[in-house]
């Protein structure tokens, strides 16, 4: 079946998503990543367009208005939001939507897109690696680092609310089962996807 299908990520900056799609980005098929617009400052090395669209919050704030946005959310005094045009036009041309949303986001999905969402959770083995973790890449100061420890507290109470968990202890291995994954939320079975393929199979 052609259908797209949606695969939500969320956990911890410092856990290791980008990483672990990275490492399984040519065994999941044909995806389209969705970009994040945020009117937070680019880090070093961020391109607008790969990383996230870089947006005023002025520009953000029209776009609410107008609708624009799948979801959107304040985390640490900046706005991030999915825009919503490319992901239709992704899961219409039978692509894999995968999101990199936080917790928030990730009910503003379920609720929006239903049950062609497939989520996991992706996290360090604990509170005290994601720590070591977020001082070693050395991106963030000490505040911005402990506004993300305790972010990280909160969304971790939320873990229930997901379909898998990945525990990053081992990145190869984190991909390993995010593929497994993957391949779970292209062959869910979902409401319309049933009825289209029971109507199929009586006159096939």
């Known amino acids: 079946m052609s259908n797209g299908a949606v695969l939500v990520l969320s956990g911890p900056s410092g856990a290791g998503k980008s990483t672990i799609i990275d490492l399984a980005s040519d065994k999941i098929g044909d995806y389209y990543f969705s970009v994040s617009t945020t009117t937070r400052a680019p880090r070093d090395g961020e391109v607008h367009g790969r990383d996230y669209f870089f947006a005023t919050k002025e520009e953000f704030e ?42 928030q986001g990730h009910r503003l999905v379920r609720e929006a897109l239903g049950d ?36 990280a507290k909160e969304e971790i109470k939320a873990i229930d609310e ?37 109507k199929k199979w009586l006159n096939g």
């Open 62 to 103: 029209r776009d609410i208005k107008e609708g624009n946005f799948l979801e959107y959310a304040e985390v640490h005094g900046n706005y991030y939001g999915t825009s919503l045009k490319p992901v239709l036009e992704a899961l219409k041309n039978g692509k894999l939507v995968i999101f990199d949303i936080d917790v």
């Open 162 to 198: 997901y379909d898998f968990v990945i525990i990053n202890d081992d990145a190869n291995i984190a991909a390993k089962e995010f593929i497994a994954i993957a391949s779970a939320a292209r062959n869910r079975m979902d409401s319309k996807r049933a009825k289209d393929f029971i």
């Open 116 to 151: 062609i969402v497939v989520s996991a959770f992706i996290t360090p083995p604990s509170l005290k690696e994601l720590e070591r973790r977020l001082k070693s890449r050395r991106s963030d100061d000490l505040e911005i680092i402990n506004k993300r420890l305790k972010n």
